[in-house]
């Protein structure tokens, strides 16, 4: 059993829809948690980083964590063709106190927003 | 502006060579780190370094190799003894204290 498990999708929305995109964990020693967003043959960029369970917003983008149910979420609003892309969920756990910002990724969900 | 370049961003590689990936960072970053991605596989960990001449096996280290002889450089090698080279390999770097990974745009391998 992978420590972590994203649905590859694909995930195909039209354009203002809301998009849930979702990961669960194994691992209750994970404390950071991240989104990252990819385009076709870039790199990742990070949207959204959290720590603590909750809600964090910034724009359209809510990052929710559930610590309890060893679940994340990710939520896009009004969605636009420009967020379709593949979104990678990333965990990590605290080592001796010192983060050493080891990540592990979920497998990627490819998202697709059609006009 | 401060980041991550990754070159070549395409390389082709014959059978039983050695090639090497180019990594620099400007981001006075201590940390860095490959990682390998597949299709369907997400991103899996091959080394990461802390600090200077250090560095540490990720979860697929075999069939690679690095060092880290200078802050901003981390070059990995794919040597011969890596079966299925073929992959799009991704370098990254973060603060000691922090979490977030910032990454370069990648080096796409290709065995021919």
Redesign the interface.
Known sequence: QKEVEQDPGPLSVPEGAIVSLNCTYSNSAFQYFMWYRQYSRKGPELLMYTYSSGNKEDGRFTAQVDKSSKYISLFIRDSQPSDSATYLCAMSVLAGGTSYGKLTFGQGTILTVHP | DGG?T?SPKYLFRKEGQNVTLSCEQNLNHD?M?WYRQDP??????IY?S?IVNDFQK?DIAEGYSVSREKKESFPLTVTSAQKNPTA?Y?C?S?????????????T?LTVV
Do not use: P
């Open positions: 991550i990754q940390a780190y369907g596989q997400g991103l899996r960990l990461y802390q990720g799009f991704l990254a973060s603060t000691t204290t922090g979490q977030a990974n910032t990454f370069g745009s990648g796409r």
